[in-house]
């Protein structure tokens, strides 16, 4: 079973607009990463926010993490057609000393100009 | 680099043929990932190497799957035999140490007639 879920499944918004998605995941991490996915293409590292860390920002990205509700939440500032694309977010655990990267369901998002 | 290569980009074979996935990692990588991704079921981890020893392959679906890494530059998935259900694209995508990002290749579309 996937460890992350993406909430919510799709959000299409117009440009200009904030774009806020949330995951929420089930058991203790060593980080948590965003990952964006363009249609028919491989995932891309967007951010990494450690378990020791609370927020975190990007350019137009900004991430929280509170592990104390197991959830975290990607926000893109001042949303632009570019940004059209699916949005995953994955957890790092240390399993038999290495570590699994797991994977949720993913956000479609659409800006709409 | 190259980043992560993967071969080849498409696969279109007969129920009860063999396939033979291919990556190729980024030099100097430890990690290796395989992933399968399809509408229903989402992004789902298959198996992940860590210096080319297989440390969970509890996301293998059946017997049928098999993966293997028999150097730091080159991994396969096989499927065999085939099936319809086994019909997705699957990526490969490593990462050179715990804490890191990881990075994709542009995947394999497998469908299976």
């Known amino acids: 079973s996937q460890q992350g879920e993406e909430d919510p499944q799709a959000l299409s918004i117009q440009e200009g607009e904030n774009a806020t998605m949330n995951c929420s995941y089930k058991?203790?991490?060593?980080?948590l990463q965003w990952y964006r996915q363009n249609s028919g293409r491989g995932l891309v590292h967007l951010i990494l926010i450690r378990s020791n860390e609370r927020e975190k920002h990007s350019g137009r990205l900004r991430v929280t993490l509170d592990t104390s509700k197991k959830s975290s939440s990607l926000l893109i500032t001042a949303s632009r057609a570019a940004d059209t694309a699916s949005y995953f977010c994955a957890t790092a655990s240390l399993i038999q000393g290495a570590q699994k990267l797991v994977f949720g369901q993913g956000t479609r998002l659409t800006i709409n100009p | 680099d190259a980043g992560v290569i993967q071969s080849p980009r498409h696969e279109v074979t007969e129920m009860g043929q063999e396939v033979t996935l291919r990556c190729k990692p980024i030099s100097g990588h430890d990690y290796l990932f395989w992933y399968r991704q399809t509408m229903m079921r989402g992004l789902e981890l298959l198996i992940y190497f860590n210096n080319n020893v297989p440390i969970d392959d509890s996301g293998m679906p059946e017997d049928r799957f098999s993966a293997k890494m028999p150097n730091a530059s080159f991994s396969t998935l096989k499927i065999q035999p085939s099936e319809p259900r086994d019909s997705a694209v699957y990526f490969c995508?490593?990462?050179?140490?715990?804490?890191?990002?990881?990075?994709f290749g542009q995947g394999t579309r497998l469908t299976v007639v």
């Open positions: 995508a490593s990462r050179d140490r715990e804490g890191t990002e990881a990075f």
């Open positions: 058991t203790s991490i060593n980080n």
